[in-house]
Structure formats: structure tokens, C-alpha cells
């Protein structure tokens, strides 16, 4: 005699197990494939924000533009020029990605608070020179006072700039200095 107990799953019941997994591991494998570009992108930007650092520091320290940690089609980067791009810089930390350095240096320029401490009946004292309160002085320090007889403050700033997958990326760092 024929038994109807029987035990195992049916084809329909296997096949809509099928379509369940299989849609969960596309979404799976779009969330790994997301994630991995992320990632990169964002060693990317890690490495041109500590190119970006190392210069700014190198070239506060030296008081002259510096040579960056970074190599142009395999031979090491010369020192860089106020204004001009270095093109084709590739770190040397390995991640496989070709930087432009861009070094800027543009005297600071600021209106006087009228909060500062040097004001007096409209005008400010700063070294020797008297000025009216809200004139642009070049070349200040935080403070407002004058550095060895002249007004030397600058804004310099590092620009590090490259391409991921077409798109344009870019990080500044920028630092008042005086000299």
C-alpha cells in the first residue's frame, strides 16, 4: 500500500527559497562593492590630507617651499614653486593614486576689530603707526602688532587634488604664518 506521508520539500518551495537567497546576496554584493569603493576614496583622502600636513609643516619650519614625500613618474619630486602645479605625484606611502600639488602664498589682509585692545577714541595703535578703526592692514599678527618693522603675515596654502573613477577630488590646508 502507498504511504501519502512523505518528507522533503516540493519544487516550488525550493525555488522560492532560490529567489529569497538570491536576492539577498545582490544585496549583499552591492553593500561589498559600495563599500570597497568608499574605502578607497577614502585612503585616497588620507593620504592627501598627510601630503597636504607634511608640506604646510615643512614649509613653515624651512620658511621655503619644501620638497614633497612623493615621486614623478618614479624619480623623486623636486622642490616645489609658489604657484605652479606639480602634476603626476605619486605618494610614497603606496597608495596607487596620481596627485597635483598646488602651493599658494597670498599676504593676510584683515579689517581691525573694534574690540582690540589697542583702540582709542576711533583709531589703533599697531607699532608705531596710528590707524583708523576699520582700515585693512597686510600683515598682521593675531594680535594686531607689527613683526621686526614690517607688517609680514601670509596665508599660505596647500591644495592636493586627484582623480577617483572620473570624479575630481580635492583637499586645502591652509596656515597663517609670519616670518
Not at 593614486?97 to 583709531?123: D, I
Amino acid at each position: 500500500m502507498y504511504n501519502k506521508k512523505t518528507f522533503g520539500f516540493t519544487l516550488i518551495e525550493i525555488l522560492v527559497t532560490l529567489v529569497i537567497v538570491s536576492v539577498g546576496m545582490l544585496a549583499l554584493g552591492t553593500f561589498f562593492a559600495s563599500s570597497i569603493r568608499t574605502e578607497g576614496i577614502a585612503q585616497e583622502r588620507i593620504a592627501a590630507v598627510h601630503m597636504a600636513e607634511q608640506l604646510i609643516e615643512s614649509w613653515q619650519n624651512t620658511n621655503t617651499p619644501p620638497t614633497p614625500d612623493c615621486s614623478v613618474a618614479g624619480v623623486q619630486a623636486g622642490i616645489l614653486v609658489v604657484g605652479t602645479t606639480l602634476a603626476n605625484c605619486r605618494a610614497n606611502n603606496g597608495v596607487p593614486v596620481v596627485f597635483s600639488l598646488l602651493l599658494s602664498q597670498t599676504p593676510a589682509t584683515a579689517p581691525l576689530a573694534s574690540s582690540h585692545p589697542s583702540y582709542a577714541g576711533g583709531v589703533a595703535v599697531v607699532g608705531s603707526t596710528t590707524v583708523k578703526v576699520g582700515t585693512m592692514l597686510q600683515g598682521l599678527d593675531i594680535y594686531g602688532t607689527v613683526i621686526n618693522g614690517s607688517l609680514a603675515v601670509d596665508v599660505r596654502t596647500a591644495s592636493v587634488s586627484w582623480q577617483h573613477s572620473g570624479k575630481s577630488y580635492n583637499v586645502y590646508l591652509t596656515h597663517i604664518t609670519r616670518y
